[in-house]
């Protein structure tokens, strides 16, 4: 009997395994069904994700600053391409996307925001995975799968030194000096009818941009220069004045061509802020040189009307083929001067040395003013939206993303100069008490802080080609600047205004644009620096990428696309 209830129990108990193994294969099979279905959404997942991903690059390739205001139609057409033909489901646009869709505030049908001080984000469509499995266990039989990308541009190298040139001596090697009474001095001294000085004040000339023309056969061009005073209505007894043609002059006294202005016609339009000519004339086309563009003023009604031309020292270059621009550098005149940018970190008399030693206070930085008009003059909050208007970092707001448009001092004091380049600002070293990058440690000329400092070249980061050739405002043989040059102190880039800020500092300028630049050479007396020398270039040489330092976007050159979400 013992035996025969033995059996009975071990039957029993193989009875009990059998449905604890139908259990455990109904719920095995659940988490086989989950783990497909699952690795199934995680697949689509990273697929979705990818599609964002490109379509945040591709919006970002249209970008034109590091913090866009509004979405435009090109990032918008260029984002609903990339989502399209990125499709996760076997490359297939099975619901296209349209650009509506995306600013439609809805994130399911995809979506294109602006985040502030992020840059660009991409929404990518809902994808729905439907599961297999997941159905016969009572579980939800689809699933929506999203992703976003965030992408910002950037301008490449350690940002911008609180140093500006001024429009027409921003190529080659310019010399900022000290005392800091200096102004742009370019060598027009001897054009001809020299001693003429009419009221007319040129600005500038705003068509090419920038002055600068190939060399050519036939004529160049339009041509339009802004100033002020081009057209002056009778009051009273004074006769009506107009600007009726505009002249190149050659320094050399005598050589000059004249073309009478097209545009605007008087007396229909007075008090214009411009004169334009249809065609540079071949015979200045063809010539390479710098000349010098004046304007005429006539008297209305006269016959013949007498006139003259505007004063030798208002003229504005226009340089031909790779013509070099050269300016005077005496020991009180300056070809460039300092930007009055605010800090929060130092007393404001710390502020220039201690801008050029760490570059500027977060956030304040620079950018071109795409609404900047023909004056180069700027006023904070105009012109009104949808136009760019100006934005200035003063107070109440001091550091702001984005300013455009600044206050300016020439010259550049030799304290600010030795404490921002050489010695340091308190605990932050200057700017040049740094490793070589490509050329050697050289003997601190000053003769106090460091014993060495940076002595990079710029002929060491070359890899073909000139120093000369790249400072040609009409360069555009590519790059031919290693990416090296992104990681030495001696780089870096300097807003670009218009000549009438060298004279005086009481005006706000608008940045028309970037220039890079290297400091190329130091000049010390006694025991101060009191030359800067720097090499202005043009952007064309530069590498399009780098692993190193980034700034956010100046709006000019190459950007650097980088995902930052």
Not at 26 to 34: N, R, W
Not at 335 to 363: E, Y
Not at 484 to 494: A, G, L
Request: one cysteine or more; aromatic letters at 6%; proline letters at 8%.
């Amino acid at each position: 009997m013992q035996g025969l209830r033995r059996a009975c129990s071990a039957r029993d108990e193989r009875g009990a395994y059998s449905v604890l193994f139908a259990l455990l294969t109904v719920v095995m099979f659940g988490i086989s069904a989950l783990a497909v279905d699952l690795g199934n959404a995680f697949s689509r997942k990273s697929d979705v994700q990818g599609q964002a991903d490109f379509a945040a690059l591709a919006g970002g390739h249209e970008l034109k600053s590091s913090n866009p205001s509004a979405i435009s139609p090109d990032v918008l057409a260029a984002v609903a391409k990339s989502l399209n033909f990125n499709q996760p489901v076997n490359g297939t646009c099975t619901s296209c996307v349209t650009t509506s869709q995306l600013v439609n505030g809805d994130l399911a049908d995809g979506e294109v925001q602006i985040i502030t001080g992020k840059g660009l984000r991409v929404t990518a469509p809902a994808s729905t995975v439907d599961y297999g499995f997941a159905g016969a266990i009572g579980q939800a039989e689809e699933k929506d799968v999203q992703a976003s990308a965030t992408v910002q541009i950037f301008s490449p190298g350690n940002g911008s030194m609180p140093m500006y040139a001024a429009a027409g001596c921003d190529y080659g090697q310019q010399i900022l000096t000290d005392p800091s009474t200096g102004h742009v001095s370019s060598t027009h001294d001897n054009l001809a009818f020299g001693a003429d000085d009419s009221a007319a004040e040129l600005w500038s000339i705003t068509s090419p941009s920038p002055a600068a023309i190939p060399l050519s056969t036939g004529p160049g061009p339009m041509l339009r220069v802004t100033g002020e005073k081009f057209a002056i209505d009778a009051q009273g007894q004074r006769p009506a004045y107009h600007v009726s043609k505009i002249g190149f002059f050659l320094n050399d006294g005598t050589t000059h061509h004249v073309v009478n202005v097209t545009a605007p016609t008087p007396p229909a339009v007075w008090d214009p802020y411009f004169a334009e000519i249809p065609a540079i004339p071949a015979a200045v086309a063809s010539v390479e040189d710098v000349w010098w563009v004046r304007v005429y003023l006539v008297e209305d009604g006269a016959a013949p009307p007498p006139g003259e031309w505007s004063s030798e020292g208002d003229a504005r270059p226009l340089r031909v083929g790779a013509a070099q621009l050269e300016c005077d550098a005496g020991s009180s005149d300056g070809n460039f001067g300092t930007l009055r940018l605010p800090r929060a970190d130092v007393p404001s008399g710390s502020n220039l040395s201690m801008n050029i030693a760490d570059g500027f206070d977060d956030p304040l930085s620079l950018v071109v003013h795409e609404g900047a008009d023909s004056t180069g003059h700027c006023t904070p909050g105009l012109p009104a939206p949808p136009l760019d208007p100006a934005v200035e970092s003063e107070e109440p707001d001091r550091l702001r993303a984005g300013t455009n448009c600044v206050g300016t001092d020439p010259g550049l004091s030799a304290n600010d100069a030795a404490s921002g380049l050489i010695e340091g600002v308190g605990s932050t070293p200057g700017r040049l008490d740094a490793p070589a990058v490509c050329g050697p440690k050289i003997a601190n000329p000053l003769h106090r802080g460091p014993s060495t400092i940076n002595g990079d070249t710029l002929e060491c980061f070359l890899t073909s080609g000139t120093v000369t050739a790249i400072t040609s405002p009409t360069y555009n043989g590519g790059a031919v600047l290693t990416q090296e040059i992104f990681d030495s102190p001696r780089f870096f880039w300097v807003p670009v205004l218009t000549a009438d800020a060298t004279r005086g500092a009481s005006e706000r300028y608008s940045i028309i644009d970037f220039r890079p630049a290297f400091l190329s050479d130091l000049h010390v007396q006694g025991n101060d620096i009191d030359q800067v020398k720097v090499i202005f270039f043009n952007w064309h040489a530069l590498p399009g990428s780098t692993d190193g330092d980034v700034s956010p976007y100046l709006g000019v050159g190459k950007p650097i696309l980088r995902l930052i979400d």
